[in-house]
């Protein structure tokens, strides 16, 4: 189970009235299947949009409209029930709906998680304030990602045996010079498709840094093959891809990449976020060949 750490944000009380252990348990009791699985997608993507989490568990309605109403009558419970709450800020703007409202877990949601024995990593206590707009826009990207490839899989165009989010994913290793250097990458991936099981280091570009900081993150990925950690551990070295959120920024970070002459090629690449799914349904040849000494 991978470490979350929630936040809560200033305007909305998370903690709210005291809930004893017993209220607890009735609380859990009330709950469906579904209700429990909302709940554990929002703390492990620690913050989801309504749209996200219709996506993710009410795509079998007949109608987008009756699958709206269903999300937003599950997330009004878990709301009313002090489970859940949403952050003034929207994604999209109010225009965009009840779809734009982002979740995540009041300290009651938190315990009720805790006391089924599966989050004991949730903390026990969220502090009191709103995330940044830059780690929120990051967050959701990421958690898009995850939604992405859940819905594909669901098509039947590969099989998930394993996502990682941070800091799980991680990876420390021995810098060339000297000490712990760690790999941060946002997701780590291991699907199949047909025969062959493609493994996957994810980063999510938000076109907030320069391509030269990617270029030297696709240095450090380099640095870490050479160690020859992934292939004692997995035989082979996962492939690298980032994911941008346009064809231009696509475009850009290729050329960067391409032009760089101290990277292995093959480990490497850039997809507009739409194409992911395609990539991983295609694999990518280079993991075929292993990892450096």
Same mark, same amino acid.
């Given at each position: !189970?991978?470490?979350?750490? @929630?936040?809560? #944000?200033?305007?909305?009380? !998370? ?8 209220? *607890?348990?009735?609380? $859990? ?6 209700? !429990? =699985? ?5 703390? &492990? ?19 987008? /409209? ?14 009313? @029930?002090? *489970? ?22 009041? =300290?009651?949601?938190?315990? *009720? ?11 026990? $206590? ?6 940044? @707009? ?5 967050? *959701? ?17 590969? &099989? ?9 994913? #991680? ?28 493994? #996957? ?15 030297? /993150? ?8 050479? &160690?020859?950690? =992934? ?10 891809? #980032? ?9 850009? @970070?290729?050329?960067?990449? /391409?032009? &760089?002459?101290?990277?292995?090629? $093959? ?27």
């Amino acid at each position: !189970m991978a470490v979350i750490f @929630l936040t809560s #944000w200033e305007g909305q009380a !998370m903690s709210g009235p005291r809930v004893s252990r017993g209220q *607890l348990r009735a609380i $859990r009791d009330s709950l469906s299947d579904r209700d !429990m =699985e909302v709940l554990e997608s929002i703390a &492990t993507n620690r913050f989801l949009t309504s749209h996200q989490i219709r996506r993710l568990h009410f795509a079998d309605h007949t109608t987008s /409209a009756a699958a709206i109403r269903s999300t937003n009558r599950a997330l009004a419970k878990l709301a009313g @029930l002090g *489970l859940v709450a949403h952050l003034d800020r929207r994604i999209g703007g109010v225009r965009s709906g009840s779809g734009s409202h982002v979740w995540t877990l009041t =300290e009651v949601g938190s315990r *009720l998680l805790r006391s089924t024995g599966e989050f004991d990593e949730l903390p026990a $206590r969220l502090r009191a304030h709103e995330p940044t @707009l830059t780690f929120l826009e990051h967050t *959701l990207a990421v958690a898009e990602v995850c939604v992405a490839l859940t819905e594909a899989e669901r098509g039947g165009e590969f &099989t998930v045996i394993e996502l990682l989010r941070e800091p799980e994913c #991680w990876r420390a290793y021995s810098a060339r010079h000297g000490g712990v250097a760690q790999l941060k990458p946002d997701l780590y991936l291991v699907t199949t498709s047909g025969e062959y099981e493609d493994h #996957w280091f994810l980063e999510i570009d938000r076109c907030t840094e320069p391509p030269s900081r990617i270029v030297r /993150a696709c240095q450090k990925y380099e640095s870490y093959r050479q &160690t020859g950690a =992934e292939r004692k551990r997995i035989g082979i070295f996962p492939a690298v891809v #980032w994911v941008t959120p346009d064809a231009k920024r696509c475009a850009t @970070l290729r050329s960067h990449i /391409a032009r &760089t002459p101290d990277l292995d090629h $093959r480990f490497f690449a850039v997809v507009y976020a739409t194409d992911l799914p395609s990539l991983i349904k295609a694999g990518i040849g280079s993991q075929e060949t292993g990892d450096g000494a």
